[in-house]
Every structure is written in C-alpha cells, then in structure tokens.
C-alpha cells in the first residue's frame, strides 16, 4: 500500500520546480511528467518529481514583440 505522504501534488511540485502550477498540470497531461490523477487532482510521487526535477529545464515562451507607433 502506498502511503499518500509519498507524493506532491500541483502546488508544491511547482514550488519545488520554480514554474506554475498550471503548468505542472499540462506537463501531467502530456505525460512528460509522471503523475497520476485522482479525481480532479494530480499526485506526483516524490521520487518522480525528483528524478524530472533533475533533468529538467524551463523555458520561458517567446517574448512579445514591442509595438512601436
């Protein structure tokens, strides 16, 4: 049986990822993050998260371009 305290869920994965939460919930849904969801919440186990947290590396999209007059 798997203890719940051996998980994260959204929030606290992105804390420790330094990224939103909304968007530990898209890289759920991608599957590039291995988690599994309960309901309407996703559990990431701690291991997972640890093992991705290591690999990965956030990029910030495209900046907007300044509209001059």
Known sequence: ???ID????VIEAGRL???HPETVKRLCRQ???PATKLR??????KKDLAKFASSYNPKH????KK???
């Open 61 to 64: 999209g495209p900046r907007k």
């Open 1 to 3: 049986m798997t203890r």
């Open 17 to 19: 990822l330094n990224i």
């Open 40 to 45: 309407n919440t996703w559990l990431i186990s």
């Open 31 to 33: 599957g590039d993050l």
């Open 67 to 69: 509209v001059e007059d």
């Open 6 to 9: 051996s998980y994260h869920g």
